[in-house]
């Protein structure tokens, strides 16, 4: 049973900085691309940034491009997200997912559908 548990979420002001975390358990996670995601109130799920296993070429959502930067540590099987001058527009709940199934291509790391176990998620709000 794969488990991602995200932690870090919080209340932060407009221009100021989280860390979100994304501990994996329960398999093997050798080759396994991972992603997160971010869904805010009334609106669909929407993509923001997706790292390979070696962790070369991670892909981003325009709308956090230079601001955002995912990365991982294998070791520890855990991926972050660290997020700066973050907007109001950023808030949302935080998912973190992993794709075990197919082979990875960056350029289709923005599907959802791709990733096969998500987390719970973790609340992420930025005042104005």
């Known amino acids: 049973q794969v488990q991602l548990v995200e932690s870090g979420g919080g209340l932060v002001q407009a221009g100021g900085s989280l860390r979100l975390s994304c501990a994996a358990s329960?398999?093997?996670?050798?080759?396994?691309?991972m992603g997160w995601f971010r869904q805010a109130p009334g609106k669909e799920r929407e993509f923001v940034a997706a790292i390979s296993w070696s962790g070369v070429s991670p892909t981003y959502a325009d709308s956090v491009k230079g601001r955002f930067t995912i990365s991982r540590d294998n070791a520890k099987n855990t991926v972050y997200l660290q997020m700066n001058s973050l907007k109001p527009e950023d808030t949302a709940v935080y998912y973190c997912a992993a794709k075990f199934s197919g082979r990875y291509y960056a350029s289709q790391s923005w599907a959802s559908y791709g990733y096969d176990y998500w987390g719970q998620g973790t609340q992420v709000i930025v005042s104005s």
């Open positions: 329960g398999r093997t996670f050798g080759g396994v691309a």
